[in-house]
């Protein structure tokens, strides 16, 4: 079992930035498992937005989010975080922390945080 704790969601203005985190913790948590955010936006399909490694810390990206958002990791504390820079309204959406891998593309692999929500708008 793995518990994941997402927080850091809120309002923002076009242009701005905001950090998300996610803490991990359980008897299940694996070095293994990549950490990231997934999100969906009020009548569209959830998407991955992010994911890294936590053995050797690789990282992907949406392309949407792309020179804009910056996962890292901190394998010390069990959290994992998603700098979002230059933000626009089309970032809005609940962000969900989650385990993942990713290959062509970003994928869930099976355990969830609660969700965060980000909105973007002047």
């Known amino acids: 079992e793995v518990q994941l704790q997402a927080s850091g969601g809120g309002l923002v203005q076009p242009g701005g930035s905001l950090r998300l985190s996610c803490a991990a913790s359980g008897p299940g948590l694996d070095y293994k498992f990549g950490i990231g955010w997934f999100r969906q936006a009020p009548g569209k399909e959830r998407e991955g937005v992010s994911c890294i490694h936590r053995t050797d810390g690789s990282t992907a990206y949406a392309d949407s989010v792309k020179g804009r958002f910056t996962i890292s990791r901190d394998n010390a504390k069990n959290t994992v975080n998603l700098q979002m820079n230059n933000l626009k309204p089309e970032d809005t959406a609940v962000y969900y922390c989650?385990?993942?891998?990713?290959?062509?593309?970003?994928?869930?692999?099976?355990?969830w945080g609660q969700g965060t929500l980000v909105s973007v708008s002047s």
């Open positions: 989650a385990t993942c891998g990713f290959g062509s593309s970003l994928y869930p692999t099976g355990y």
